[in-house]
């Protein structure tokens, strides 16, 4: 039987009939238009709440077209370019889509732009170079042979970039090509509250303004074979103008170069370390947005509308993870579920009413075509963002698209329709509790609380090579049975640590606002604080290359806590000596290790000590976990730390005693149901709580079990798509046994 709410469908022009229909059988009690679409009279008389898609910066190009010198402007780095003589030409345009971007000559490129020796780093003057509008292109005069030179130089923005994936991704053909504009500009920003109050006027029955988003797009730019060259969910790159260049030094005292913005190339990607320049322009950057977006609330409520944000497309500034996001007057935030990390984003967002996740498949011709089973993604999605739903739920779910393409799919339609009513159940039993945490974990990195569920994220929800060790530490922490809280390496400076924390979880490549770059050498003050808290009692997972920052003789300035350094070809002629792996231990108890290859280890014995060498790891893998990308050469300390996995001769796990506390070293844990039962034991045994670990805990990793006190239930969930059996320890010492169906959840009474 279907159940009805909290449930947003999408629907489009001249789809009335299979749009109440669907309705219907989904449960709708919202339904809201997509990019490009309008919503029927007869969709509307529903009786539904209505959403509307409302673009304040696009879909406007009778404007625009009149004040081109008002679209939103990006710095851009050109490719570099080797001077063979004392002359080098650049072309400016030559790795853009010049669809997409064109220089800016209206503002003096003597003023605005650099052009810099990247072989000295040394500025050239703007006497040195010339610019050639007409061929797109920079001459530097008195160039040194052999050097390379690059141009930095503010582009506008000339075709929206979401718009732009939709059109080509949908193929929209000749389509009229939408136009951004940048409200920083007084005349475009009267047109822009002067456009949206008119609207209000012409949309009575619409109930809720569904902000798509604000302002400036995240990093997203493109190559000229219109792929995608620069994407950086959180990047602030597509921000700037020389109206806000000249107010920001007239308020911070002093002028950005064009370098803080392209960053020699990284564009301030979140991994690199923060620096003041990118600090002080996204608090500039986001005073500006933040005041603009609560005058587009006021509007909306002055209306008897709901303003609710789309946490995604032009979301920068809005920062809803910093201080006085809940003085926006907001209503509601709307994200896309791409996993459990990506829902936690979403629902752990304070400072408005409710939250709401916007469900894949995306109801796109890139999922929805013939042959193709959308229903397979729906489950994964599904299944994905469950776990971390019952660790902090969304109050409504939905889907985004076409709904026409989806349609045309009956076992996609039967999936969601099984999905909607799950989702409503959960919330029917918890009343929206969220289940009971176990432990008090947190993340510590560079950025802390401001980039919440955000850490080790390239793009929305896509982890790569390089991140998807890290990435899957969150992913996991996203449905485990603990309290996740994220802190920066200042908060621990400058205030200690929370009294009430378990285990703080630290790390990243070198070099990276996750590691900490040069903090641990700056403020040493930040290692005596972590020493001294886990000596008392305290406990530090460390992850790849933690406190790493050569120093002293050691590169982890952390190593005697968590007993694991790492040889930088530095101290080659100081030997090290691996004591032997301990196979059974209460972190590993879960892992599944094949018979044979744990009979090959231990027949093969440990390696002789050798010089210079681990003389003392396993001649044979021992194996049974998947540490993702390989951290080479590291080593432990010394012979008392407990060795759990030292594969070719470099530790992958290991347990050290600290004082009172404890140090686990864990080289990466990409996302897998064992890793994440593996991480979840790490955080147990690091803090001393291994007697807590039984009770509601599953014997099948596969399977998670989430407690709800205050309603009095508790549930498993099965995670894969294959029946699973589990068996359920119970605080008495019994224990429940369940068979669970693909995807399947069982609810009992606690």
């Not at 744990?598 to 790891?617: H, N, T």
């Amino acid at each position: 039987m279907t159940t009805t709410g909290r449930f947003t469908l999408p629907s489009e022009s001249n789809f009335a009939e299979k749009t109440k229909e669907l309705a219907d059988l989904w449960g709708a009690d919202a339904i809201r238009n997509s990019d490009g679409t309008q919503l029927d009279d007869a969709v509307r008389a529903l009786g539904k709440k209505i959403y509307s898609a409302y673009f304040p910066t696009r879909a406007h190009n009778e404007w625009i077209t009149l004040h081109m010198d008002e679209t939103p402007q990006v710095y851009l780095l050109t490719q570099r370019e080797l001077a063979t003589g004392d002359t080098v030409v650049i072309d400016l345009m030559a790795t853009f889509y010049a669809e997409q971007l064109t220089p800016n000559y209206d503002a003096d490129p003597a003023k605005y732009w650099e052009v810099v020796d990247r072989t000295t780093g040394a500025v050239v003057p703007p006497s040195g170079w010339t610019v050639d509008a007409a061929a797109h292109t920079v001459s530097v005069a008195g160039a040194t042979p052999m050097h390379e030179y690059t141009v930095s130089f503010l582009a506008y923005i000339i075709w929206d970039p979401v718009e732009m994936y939709n059109h080509l991704t949908n193929d929209w053909g000749d389509k009229e090509h939408e136009i951004p504009f940048d409200i920083y500009h007084p005349a475009t920003r009267k047109f822009v509250f002067d456009t949206f109050e008119q609207w209000l006027e012409a949309n009575p029955d619409t109930d809720v303004v569904r902000f798509t988003t604000f302002f400036y797009q995240f990093t997203l730019i493109f190559d000229p074979k219109h792929r995608e060259k620069i994407v950086d969910w959180f990047g602030c790159s597509c921000t700037v103008s020389p109206a806000a260049l000249d107010d920001f030094e007239r308020q911070y005292g002093y002028r950005l170069r064009p370098e803080d913005f392209v960053d020699e190339g990284c564009y301030n990607s979140a991994w690199r370390v923060p620096r003041k320049a990118q600090r002080d322009w996204i608090d500039f950057l986001s005073g500006f947005v933040r005041e603009n977006v609560k005058r587009l609330a006021d509007m909306s409520h002055a209306a008897g509308k709901e303003a609710m944000m789309f946490l995604g497309d032009q979301w920068i500034g809005t920062e809803p993870y910093k201080d006085g996001f809940g003085d926006l007057g907001l209503d509601a935030v709307v994200g896309s579920i791409g996993d459990g990390t990506t829902t936690r984003m979403i629902a752990d967002i304070k400072g408005v009413k409710y939250t709401e996740g916007r469900f894949l498949p995306y109801f796109f011709p890139d999922t929805f075509y013939e042959g193709n089973d959308p229903s397979i993604e729906a489950w994964d999605n599904w299944r994905k963002a469950r776990r971390a739903i019952l660790r902090s739920p969304i109050a409504r779910m939905g889907y985004g698209g076409y709904l026409s393409l989806a349609a045309k799919f009956p076992k996609f339609v039967d999936a969601v329709t099984h999905i909607a009513d799950e989702f409503r159940d959960i919330h029917d039993r918890t009343g929206g509790e969220a289940a009971e945490g176990e432990l008090n974990v947190a993340i510590l990195n560079s950025w802390g609380r401001m980039r919440s569920w955000m850490a080790y994220t390239v793009a929305h929800a896509l982890p790569n090579k390089q991140t998807y060790s890290y990435y899957g530490i969150l992913e996991a922490l996203s449905g485990m049975r603990v309290n996740v809280r994220f802190i920066s390496f200042d908060d621990v400076i400058e205030h200690g640590v929370d009294d009430d924390l378990d285990v703080i979880i630290t790390g990243g490549p070198v070099d990276t606002a996750y590691s900490g770059g040069d903090v641990w050498t700056r403020e040493p003050k930040l290692a005596e604080t972590l020493r001294a808290w886990v000596y008392g009692g305290g406990a530090l997972v460390g992850v790849g290359e933690p406190s790493a920052q050569w120093a002293q003789g050691r590169f982890f300035q952390l190593a005697d806590v968590l007993g694991v350094d790492e040889e930088r070809f530095q101290t080659l002629s100081v030997d090290k000596y691996f004591p032997p792996v301990t196979p059974d231990h209460f972190i590993t108890a879960d892992v599944s290790v094949d018979p044979a290859a744990r009979e090959a280890w231990e027949a093969a014995g440990y390696r002789i000590p050798l010089s210079g060498c681990g003389g003392g790891q396993g001649k044979a893998p021992f194996g049974g976990i998947d540490f993702g990308e390989a951290i080479a050469n590291t080593f432990p300390i010394n012979e008392h730390v407990t060795l759990l996995r030292a594969d070719g001769g470099e530790v992958q796990l290991a347990l050290n005693e600290y004082g009172q506390g404890r140090g686990v070293y864990v080289s990466g844990l990409p996302y897998s149901a064992a890793n994440a039962r593996l991480l979840e034991r790490i955080l147990f045994s690091a803090s001393r709580h291994e007697d807590r670990y039984a009770a509601y805990s599953s014997t099948n990793p596969e399977c998670e079990v989430a407690r709800f006190p205050k309603s009095g239930w508790y549930c498993v969930i099965n995670n894969t798509d294959r029946p699973q059996s589990t068996d359920v320890a119970l605080p008495n010492g019994t224990s429940e046994h369940f068979d669970l169906d693909a995807s399947a959840i069982a609810w009992r009474r606690l």
